[in-house]
Structures are given as structure tokens and as C-alpha cells.
């Protein structure tokens, strides 16, 4: 594989058949996303019986992320052609009956109890904005700020406050335990504003998947560290993001988001409208070419795809161009190192800086390859977090680590026989000369923890020659 930042496409009704995952994940595709808010869970499960499936085929591991729906807040139905103008009093409150021009049902009392005179309210994805004038105990009156037209079951976000209410919702609770069942490998928690509501997430995972947070809530800016911090991986979800943030601060977000995610060793996941126009065009516009390099220059480990392979008209296509975009950018950053993401500085601790010492000394030996042997997954983790410019292969004994690895920069997994370290090395050897990566006169630099095959004890590192 010459291409380091993995691609995560979304199946759905375009892309679910057998023979249309082959040829997404030979297109590039190194982790699929389920989205739960479409779909049926017997759809589900067999779009993982095909990966699985597949995976068996192809002889590498395939990443299944499973991506819960999260509390949806919605209008009730309101007659055909309504248009808010901007100026006029529109009421919301808990009456059921169709809604008019003056008045809609809002089906949802943790909004009432959280909402002041002076906080916003966006309907239809901010297309529409109202400013609270008045509250009462089941209603309140809001001013169009900015109107259009309003359809039934649009879309509500509050952007000004934290809504007392959990990331899991009793249709979430069902669908994670199905995904859980069914052996997913990471699990992403929508809208969560703060770490309590991934620690809540964390109690029923366990550790049966890695549990990926969703940044698309302004809430979650304000305890991001703890956040990162509770996560195994965060999500930069922009869609959502940029409903509640100002288009212009999204950028700043996002950049902001994967430095601080690289600076722990916390994959980041950049998502949303990235080829949005491959939706109905067989190529995606320059601008939309920018933002997914734009993310490899960040440093992102993944970058994703949603409706372009769930829904849109070229799904292949779409994953085959955003492989060249990343592989393209990866390649000026190696002509072009200020351009790329920039060195992390080397966190206190024997495990980072033995990754630190190992990359560096790969590099000075001009290896051609660097080797993990990882019974956890978090060698890898803090290897990848170097950004190493060599082949970075990963051998582990578990499939499990081997699928969850498959979001990680640059990670390579193979299957890794539980043997000593010598007969670990030879075999590591012998796999990357059969591969032609290495050969005679090529050094290997080996990566591992000793006692060998203990979980968490990254301390050694290894110069082999071939």
C-alpha cells in the first residue's frame, strides 16, 4: 500500500450488495461505516456478513464501524407551503395537532426546560433561524431571524445550550447491543457534549469495540480534552458542526481538533460533504479536492465518506478519486515536509519515546520498513503517531486488533503466529521478502515490548538487516 490515511466509506442502498463492497474495498476502502439512522438491523447484518465474508477473500483485515443515530429533535408536521418571513412570531409548543404558519408542534419538553428568551433555535439544518422571545411552561414564542420555506419533520439544533439528555437513546441501546453481537470494532457515539456521556457509552462497550466520539456538538468544545481523553478515537463531524458553528470557525475546528488528537495518539477521523457532489457528478469539484487534502495536510488518519457511497450515483468512483487526492497529497508532503502535519513533541514516557527513537532511526537507516509486534494495538497507536515515511507494518496474534487497526495511519496488519520474540522476528522477515518490501542488503527496524507479548510495554527497538 503506498497510500497512509485510510478511507472509511458508508454502505447503503447503492453500495451494499457483495460484489459492490469488493469493489469498494479494491477501490480502497480500508473500514466500512454503518449507518444506523438508515436501515434495518437484518440490513446491517448483512452488510457484515459480507464484509466478513470478503475479508476471508482478500486476506487483510476490513474496520467495521458501527455509527449510532444519537438523540434526533424534530418538528411535528405542519400543512404544505409554509414560509416563514423574517420578522414575523412563530410559536412552538406541545400541542400535537398539524401546524401552521403561526404555530408548529415541538415534541420534545428537555428543549422547553433548557431554552431562555435570547437563545437560538435553527430548524432544517440552520436553513431557518429563531430567536426565543418569550417561554412559557409548554410553549415558547420565537422571532424569525431567518426564514423559508418550513416542511413536517425538520430538524431542530440548539446551539446555545447543553441539553440535559443522554447520547443513547432506547433505538441506540438496541442497535449498539446488535452491533455489538455482531462483532463490530469500533462503535461512534453521536452528538456527545461531554466526557460523561462517553464514560455512560464506555460502561456498555467494555472493551468489545473502540468507542469513536462524534465532535458535532458547540457543547463539546467546551470539555474536549476530557473528551479526547475518554475516547479512543474522535470523529470531526462537520455536517452537524456546522448547523450549530459559524461556517467560517469549522476550519479552525477541525485543525484544531486533529492536533490535539495526534498530540495524545488519538485516532482522528475527518468526515462529511467531502466529495458531496460525487453524490450526482462523476467528479468531485476542485474545492471539494482541497478539502480532503487539506486534511491529509493536517494530519488526519482517516478521512470518510457518507452518502457519496451510501446513496450517491458513482460510489466507486467517488472512493477511487479520494484515494488519488490522498495519495497525491501524501506525496507532496514527502517532497514538501512543511506542508504536512508537524513533529509531535515527544511525550515524557519510555512507550512514546521508544516510537520517537524507532521512527527517527528508520529513517537515518533508511529501512525499508518499520515493523510492529503489538499484542494491543498500542504500539501501533504510537508509532503512527510519529507519521513514520516508511512501510509501517503491523503483526499481531488478535483479529480483533488487527480490524481496529484498519483506522489507523499507515497501520499494515498482519496475523502473527503467538511465538517467542527471535521466532516473531524471522517470521516478520520472511513475510516482508515474500511481500518484496524488503530484500537482501535492506534493513528492518523492529518495534516491541518486553517481556515479549505483554500488553502495553512498547520499550525496545531493533535494527535487522536482510
Not at 441506540?172 to 453521536?190: K, M, T
Request: charged residues 20%; proline residues 5%.
Amino acid at each position: 500500500m503506498t497510500r497512509f490515511t485510510k478511507i472509511v466509506a458508508t454502505l447503503g442502498f447503492a453500495s451494499d450488495s457483495p460484489d459492490k463492497i469488493a469493489a469498494l474495498v479494491a477501490a480502497g476502502v480500508n473500514v466500512f461505516r454503518l449507518n444506523f439512522s438508515h436501515g434495518t438491523q437484518d440490513e446491517h447484518a448483512a452488510r457484515i456478513k459480507s464484509i466478513r465474508a470478503l475479508e476471508e477473500k482478500v486476506g487483510h483485515a476490513i474496520g467495521i464501524l458501527a455509527d449510532m443515530q444519537g438523540p434526533k429533535y424534530r418538528i411535528g408536521t405542519v400543512e404544505d407551503g409554509i414560509v416563514l418571513e423574517a420578522g414575523q412570531m412563530l410559536q412552538l409548543d406541545t400541542d400535537p395537532k398539524i401546524g401552521d404558519g403561526s404555530r408548529v408542534y415541538l415534541p420534545h419538553a428537555e428543549i422547553f426546560d433548557a431554552l431562555l428568551p435570547g437563545h437560538t433555535l435553527l430548524l432544517d439544518d440552520g436553513k431557518l433561524r429563531l430567536t426565543i422571545r418569550e417561554m412559557g411552561a409548554d410553549f415558547m414564542r420565537a422571532e424569525v431571524m431567518v426564514g423559508g420555506p418550513l416542511m413536517s419533520r425538520k430538524g431542530v439544533n440548539i446551539p446555545d445550550v447543553k441539553l440535559a439528555t443522554s447520547p443513547l437513546t432506547e433505538k441506540d441501546l438496541s442497535d449498539l447491543e446488535f452491533a455489538l453481537q455482531h462483532g463490530v470494532d469500533w462503535v461512534a457515539l453521536s452528538f456527545v457534549q461531554s466526557a460523561s456521556d462517553v464514560l455512560q457509552a464506555r460502561t456498555i462497550i467494555g472493551d468489545r469495540a473502540l468507542l469513536m466520539s462524534k465532535i458535532e456538538k458547540p457543547a463539546a468544545l467546551d470539555d474536549i480534552d476530557d473528551i479526547i481523553q475518554a475516547s479512543d478515537g474522535i470523529m470531526v463531524a462537520r455536517g452537524d458542526l456546522g448547523v450549530e458553528l459559524p461556517p467560517e470557525l469549522v476550519p479552525s475546528v477541525q485543525k484544531n481538533l486533529v492536533g490535539k488528537c495526534r498530540q495524545i495518539g488519538k485516532p482522528v477521523l475527518v468526515a462529511t460533504q467531502m466529495l458531496e457532489s460525487m453524490i450526482q457528478a462523476p467528479t468531485p469539484t476542485r474545492a471539494e479536492a482541497s478539502d480532503v487534502a487539506t486534511a491529509v495536510f493536517d494530519g488526519a488518519d482517516a478521512v470518510m465518506l457518507s452518502a457519496e457511497t451510501a446513496a450517491g450515483q458513482y460510489p466507486v468512483e467517488a472512493v477511487e478519486i479520494m484515494a488519488r487526492i490522498v495519495t497525491a497529497a501524501e506525496s507532496h508532503v514527502r517532497k514538501h515536509p512543511h506542508d504536512g502535519p508537524k513533529r509531535m513533541p515527544i511525550e515524557q514516557t519510555v512507550y512514546h519515546a521508544v516510537a520517537h527513537a524507532a521512527v527517527g532511526l528508520a529513517s537515518a537507516v533508511e529501512a525499508g520498513a518499520l515493523v510492529a509486534f503489538t499484542a494491543s494495538g498500542n504500539t501501533a497507536v504510537r508509532i503512527a503517531r510519529e507519521r513514520p515515511g516508511m512501510p509501517f507494518f503491523v503483526f499481531t496474534p488478535s483479529v480483533d486488533v488487527s480490524r481496529r487497526l484498519a483506522l489507523l495511519w499507515g497501520a499494515q496488519t498482519i496475523m502473527q503466529a503467538e511465538t517467542g520474540y527471535e521466532e516473531a522476528v524471522d517470521e516478520a522477515r520472511a513475510v516482508l521478502q515474500a511481500k518484496q518490501i524488503v530484500s537482501g542488503g535492506d534493513a528492518m527496524v523492529i518495534v516491541a515490548g518486553m517481556p515479549f507479548g505483554l500488553a502495553g510495554s512498547t520499550n525496545s527497538m531493533r535494527v535487522v538487516q536482510i
